[in-house]
């Protein structure tokens, strides 16, 4: 009982860690390019440093969709959740005769 309260709670914290990794990649992306910046001086490493942060914000992104649409899955063949699935489409050309 204990165990699932941990997973279910590391699991939540991971959901919040989202934002906050968003926030952080563009962040850290910024304070490399104004580095880069400051060292060589060109202005548009500072924006390439941003947009390497923007592209580590949308890959976080887009692994905690393909880790929520493979948990999802995972429930789907779950019997406790069977109640909730879609029926099937039934095929209506019975119906046209």
Known sequence: ????????AIRGADNLSLA???VAA???GFAIGYGLRALFGYEWLLWLGVAWGAAAA???VAK???RL???????????RY???AKP??????????
């Open 1 to 8: 009982m204990a165990d699932n309260f941990v997973k279910e």
């Open 20 to 22: 906050i990794s968003m």
């Open 26 to 28: 563009i962040a850290i």
């Open 58 to 60: 949308i890959l976080n």
């Open 64 to 66: 905690a969709i393909r």
């Open 69 to 79: 649409r493979r948990e999802m899955k995972e429930l789907e063949n779950n019997p």
């Open 82 to 84: 069977k109640q909730y």
């Open 88 to 97: 099937a489409p039934q095929d209506d050309d019975d119906e046209d005769n």
